[in-house]
């Protein structure tokens, strides 16, 4: 079974940081990962995607890497606003025809003013 | 609609009840899930609809649980007997087409079985 790990699972950090948020996962065979925020109380919104013959994606502040061989990624976000604070889930979908996402735990970011 | 919809966003109900969630995915999406989040977890897959039919229900936790889509759109998560493990926030999310991976999440209903 697919396992994704999130480490910190918690930060804090001053306005204005760059900061970077890892996740990993056991199974390599991925089709394709995604990156999410969470508010509080709310659903998931959808930052980045990256498919697996990709090696990162950008939007915005936001740059997303995946190494699949060694089963990372990264995002990392540049210039930190008290509105990036937020968890952030990485999923993975894997590449075997099944349709579901693995999630991780998430990393519930603080930005301080 | 804009976004995906759930209704209703908060359910409190009592142990051995029945309850019924639903979800109203993006006009023309043909995928959509249900997946569970229990609190300070990341989300779990629960079922996978390709237009009517359930493609992949090898989330649903026993047969207590149960899920439809009769005409592609609407979704109903249905909980016979509900038990306090089920509390948590029940997530929908639709997609444009199978597998593309890009999931447009409602914002939930939160279950409480007291």
């Known amino acids: 079974k697919q396992e994704v790990t999130q480490i910190p699972a918690a930060l804090s950090v001053p306005e204005g940081e760059n900061l970077v948020l890892n996740c990993s996962f056991t199974d390599s065979a991925i089709y394709n990962l995604q990156w999410f925020r969470q508010d509080p109380g709310k659903g998931l919104t959808s930052l980045l995607l990256?498919?697996?013959?990709?090696r990162e994606q950008t939007s915005g502040r936001l740059n997303a890497s995946l190494d699949k061989s060694s089963g990372r990624s990264t995002l990392y976000i540049a210039a930190s606003q008290p509105g990036d604070s937020a968890t952030y889930l990485c999923?993975?979908?894997?590449?075997?025809?099944?349709?579901?996402?693995?999630f991780g735990t998430g990393t519930r970011l603080t930005v301080i003013p | 609609g804009a976004g995906v919809s759930q209704t209703p966003s908060n359910k409190v109900t009592e142990k051995g009840k029945y309850v019924e969630l639903r979800c109203d995915p993006i006009?023309?999406?043909?995928?959509l899930y249900w997946y569970r989040q229990s609190l300070g977890q990341g989300p779990e897959f629960l079922i996978y609809f390709q237009g009517t039919g359930a493609a992949d229900d090898s989330g649903l936790p026993n047969d207590r649980f149960f899920a439809v889509r009769p005409e592609g759109s609407v979704s109903t998560l249905k909980i016979q007997r509900t038990e306090r493990g089920d509390s948590a926030v029940y997530l929908c999310a639709s997609s444009p087409g199978r597998r593309t991976g890009e999931l447009f999440f409602g914002e939930g209903s939160r279950l409480t079985v007291l």
């Open positions: 006009s023309g999406h043909t995928a």
């Open positions: 990256i498919q697996s013959s990709q």
């Open positions: 999923a993975v979908l894997l590449g075997t025809g099944a349709n579901n996402l693995f």
